[in-house]
C-alpha cells in the first residue's frame, strides 16, 4: 500500500493498494482519493485497477479534480481534526482523561497544561498539532 499524498500541503490525499481476498482474474488494485473532515464524500473517488499503473494514473486524475476544489480552510479543518485525534489517544495512552469526560470540565493535559472545555482545541492546535509528512 502507498499513501500518496499532496505535495503542496503534505496532507494524505488518497491511497492505492493491492485488492486482498477478491475472486482470481478480477482487478487487483484499488484507488481512492479524498478526505473528510475538510471536503463533502460525494467529491470523493475510488475506482480498480488491473495494474499499478492503471490505478496511479486513474488515481492521479482523480486527485487532480478533488484537489482542484479545496481551499486552504479544507486542509486545516482536516488537519485540526487528525491533530486533535491523535492528542485524544495520546491523552487515553497515559492514562488521563479529557476535559469533557470529568465534570468540572477541567483536566491536565499530558504536557502539563491545564486545560478546559472552552480552550481545549486551542491548545490541541498551538501544542500539538504535529508537522505533517509525505
Ligand atoms: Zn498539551
Redesign the pocket.
Not at 109 to 113: E, Q
Given at each position: 500500500m502507498r499513501r500518496l499524498s499532496s505535495p503542496a500541503v503534505a496532507t494524505r490525499v488518497g491511497v492505492i493498494a493491492k485488492r486482498v481476498g477478491n475472486p482470481v482474474g478480477t482487478p487487483g488494485w484499488k484507488w481512492a482519493c479524498g478526505f473528510y473532515p475538510g471536503s463533502d464524500p460525494a467529491d470523493h473517488a475510488r475506482g480498480i485497477a488491473e495494474t499499478f499503473d492503471q490505478a496511479r494514473g486513474a488515481f492521479e486524475a482523480a486527485c487532480h479534480v478533488f484537489l482542484a476544489k479545496r481551499t486552504e480552510v479544507d486542509f486545516e479543518v482536516y488537519r485540526r481534526d487528525r491533530a486533535f485525534h491523535a492528542?485524544k489517544r495520546a491523552m487515553w495512552a497515559k492514562g488521563l482523561q479529557l476535559p469533557t469526560q470529568v465534570a468540572d470540565g477541567r483536566a491536565v493535559?499530558?504536557?502539563?497544561?491545564a486545560?478546559g472545555i472552552d480552550d481545549m482545541n486551542v491548545?490541541?492546535w498551538a501544542?500539538?498539532m504535529e508537522a505533517e509528512t509525505t
Open positions: 492528542w493535559c499530558f504536557c502539563g497544561a486545560i491548545h490541541i501544542a500539538h
